[in-house]
C-alpha cells in the first residue's frame, strides 16, 4: 500500500440520514480512511484512530436494529464496542488487539471493536487483511 491512502465513504439509507442529521452525521462527516500505518474512522463529530498493527480481524455484520444504531454512534453496554451506523443491512466489524477510544474525548471508555456501514465492506476487509486483519464469515446483530 506504500504512501497511499484509501477512503471508505459510509452507505446512508433514508432513515438513517435523516437520524444523523441532527448528531452531525452526514456523508462529508462520515468516513473511514486507511493508510499504510493507520486506520481511521471520521463519524460527525466522533473520531477514532488507531495503528493497522492494532487490528487483529474483521467480520462481516447485519442485518441491524434501526433504534439501537441510527443517529449518532452507539455504545455496546455489554461489550464497550463502538457502532457508528448509517444503515440498518450491513457493515463491516474491525476488532483491535489494544482498546480504543472513540466515544467520549477523554479516553475513558474504550473500544475492543468499531462496526462501520461503508459503502464496500468487502473492499475494506480486504484491504485491512492485507496487514494484519484476518476477515471472518461470521455475521450478528447489533
Sequence with gaps: MGSQVEVFPFRFGRCYRLAG??????????WVRVSAHGFEVRFGP???RTPRVNITGTAVTGPYWWLKTAGPAHLSLADHGLT????????LCVR????VRGIEPFGLVRHPAVTVTVA???RLARLLAGGSARPSGRTHRA
Design 84 to 91: 457508528c451506523a448509517t444503515n440498518g443491512e450491513r457493515g
Design 120 to 122: 464496500d465492506c468487502d
Design 96 to 99: 483491535f488487539a489494544e482498546p
Design 46 to 48: 466522533w473520531c477514532l
Design 21 to 30: 442529521l441532527p448528531f452531525g452525521v452526514a456523508p462529508p462527516t462520515a
